[in-house]
Each structure stands twice: as structure tokens, then as C-alpha cells.
């Protein structure tokens, strides 16, 4: 039987659902996905995934669940299958009851893109639980980005496109940089102050903002003397002449055969070894080392 036939089956009462719970299957992610419609990705370790999905229009109502199998992920994935309908369970339910019968203790995922379903329908969906990840793709009026970090609980990254927030509530965006996660990604161009930077307490940090060389010293210099005691990668772009990036600064040149690897805490995405070849490495007050690389206008810094 495969695991469609055995979701299919789980559905059919709560003793169908400790039956197939009982066999401890395995899945690599399970995802809410807000786009055009509702989604909801069952990933599996061979390259495909089931996408049960319903309309948006219907989030809040009883309607027909369809389930699809695809290979590949995201932009390459390509569809196999249709496998079935069901109405035999409450959408709100779905999720709960896959994490339930899959083992999971609750969706690893939110990916929300569509600013007309309300954060707390979302919330709805995932029974008011905790996710891993929530990535808030750029949607319009901002006041729903904040009602969604408002709503939605997460607890290792964060991915965001534009500060959400004016510059009189600036605390309010100063909560969101400071939390413990695992990775921050802030995906904007907007100009953005180095002070955001060094606030933040996630253990990676990676931007498309760009920052100069003289903002990226001093940011260098209060690392090395306990600032950004949990960073162990920032990423961002650099502009301009970068010759004063290590002015001040006691450094060793890394060798460009090195085979060191920085191993990200990327859970949801393919690339997650990033190779340490070449760049200068500096030494904080505590002993603790870092390399730092420039590379086709792209800054890194990488704690090893």
C-alpha cells in the first residue's frame, strides 16, 4: 500500500488513523502553501511530494479536498498523478491529522503569498501550533505582514521582504530582529542600517541589503569583542570600494584548497553546504574564529 492509500485510509476513523500512525511512517517536510489556492505539501524523501489543495475562496467553509503526487520541487516540479477527492474530513483538521498519523509533532512550514486570506484562517489551519519556518513573501497592505507575525507562531526562520512596520514603531521591528532563531533572512534592497544588523540574535543572517565597507568593519570589530555572540553566518551584499573592509583588523589569508564547509541550518531548501575556500580569518576576544570571503559583490562571514 502506498502512503497515499494509507493517508486515504487514515481518514476513515480514529482507528484506521492509530493504525497507520502505529507503522511510524517517515516524511522530509510538511508545508502550508497560500497562494492562488490553498496547499498543503507532504514531502517525501524520494523527490516527490503529495499537494493536497482547496479553493481559497473556501477556507473557512466545508468543501472537496483534491490530492495530487508531483516530482521535483518548486519551479521544476512536475506533476504524476491525480490520486483523489475527499470530503470525508474538515480542512482546519488536515493538517493536524497528517502531523498525527505521520509522526510529526506539527507543520514544519508556512508560505504565505496572498494578502486576502486573514492570518488567522491561516492560523486556523495549523490548529494554532507552532511552525518551523514562516516565510512572508512581499504582499500588500503592509498592516497584513504585521498581522501575520502577530498571528502565526514559529520558532527557527524567518523569511520577509520589506520591513513591515514605520519608522515610529521601530521596538516593534527591533522584537522581530532580536528573537532566538536559528535563520533571519531578509529578503529586501531597501537601504537598511548596519544597527540591524547587530541586534540581531539569529544564528544566520542573510540579506540582499547592500552595506559598505565601512559599515561592514565596524561590524567586524564589535563581533570581535562579543557582539553577535550567536551569528555563525551573515551573508549581504557590499558596495563600493572594499579595500577598508579589514582596516584595524588582525587577519590570516585562507588558502583557496581549503575544505572546510560551513553546513547551514537549512531545513527546507536544497543547498545547504557552503564551502569555505579562500578569504581572511579573524579572531574574536574569546578565541573564537571566523573567515570572512568577498566575492562578485557578495560579503560572507562564516563562524567555524
Not at 208 to 234: A, D, H, I, P
Request: charged share 25%; net charge positive.
Amino acid at each position: 500500500m502506498e502512503i497515499y492509500d494509507q493517508i486515504a485510509y487514515s481518514i476513515c476513523s480514529a482507528k484506521s488513523g492509530e493504525k497507520v500512525r502505529s507503522l511510524k511512517l517517515k516524511v522530509d517536510l510538511i508545508s502550508l502553501i497560500v497562494l492562488f489556492d490553498i496547499r498543503i505539501e507532504v514531502r517525501l524523501f524520494d523527490n516527490t511530494s503529495l499537494l493536497f489543495s482547496f479553493p481559497k475562496l473556501n477556507v473557512d467553509s466545508h468543501s472537496n479536498i483534491h490530492l495530487e503526487r508531483y516530482e521535483g520541487e518548486d519551479l521544476e516540479r512536475r506533476k504524476l498523478e491525480d490520486l483523489w477527492n475527499t470530503e470525508a474530513i474538515d480542512k482546519n483538521k488536515l493538517i493536524s491529522h497528517l502531523c498525527k498519523v505521520l509522526n510529526r509533532p506539527c507543520a514544519d512550514k508556512i508560505y504565505y503569498c496572498d494578502p486576502t486570506i486573514p492570518p488567522k484562517s491561516i492560523s486556523t489551519l495549523v490548529q494554532g501550533q507552532e511552525v518551523k519556518i514562516l516565510s512572508i513573501m512581499p504582499v500588500r497592505p503592509q498592516h497584513r505582514i504585521r498581522a501575520t507575525l502577530k498571528t502565526l507562531r514559529y520558532s527557527s526562520v524567518l523569511r520577509i521582504f520589506s520591513v513591515p512596520f514605520e519608522k515610529n514603531e521601530y521596538t516593534k521591528w527591533m522584537s522581530i530582529l532580536m528573537q532566538n532563531l536559528d535563520i533571519f533572512s531578509f529578503l529586501s534592497d531597501d537601504p537598511t542600517p548596519i544597527d540591524d544588523v547587530l541586534i540581531s540574535n539569529s544564528q544566520e543572517f542573510t540579506t540582499r541589503c547592500l552595506f559598505t565597507s565601512k559599515q561592514l568593519n565596524r561590524f567586524l570589530k564589535l563581533w570581535m569583542v562579543g557582539s553577535n555572540r550567536r551569528f555563525e553566518y551573515f551573508s549581504c551584499k557590499i558596495t563600493g570600494d572594499s579595500d577598508g573592509l579589514l582596516k584595524g583588523i588582525e587577519f590570516e589569508r585562507v588558502p583557496m584548497d581549503s575544505t572546510k564547509v560551513y553546513k547551514s541550518k537549512l531545513v527546507d531548501l536544497p543547498i545547504q553546504e557552503i564551502p569555505i575556500k579562500g578569504g581572511f580569518q579573524i579572531t574574536r576576544n574569546d578565541g573564537t574564529k571566523a573567515v570572512v570571503s568577498i566575492r562578485t559583490g557578495k560579503f560572507d562571514f562564516v563562524l567555524f
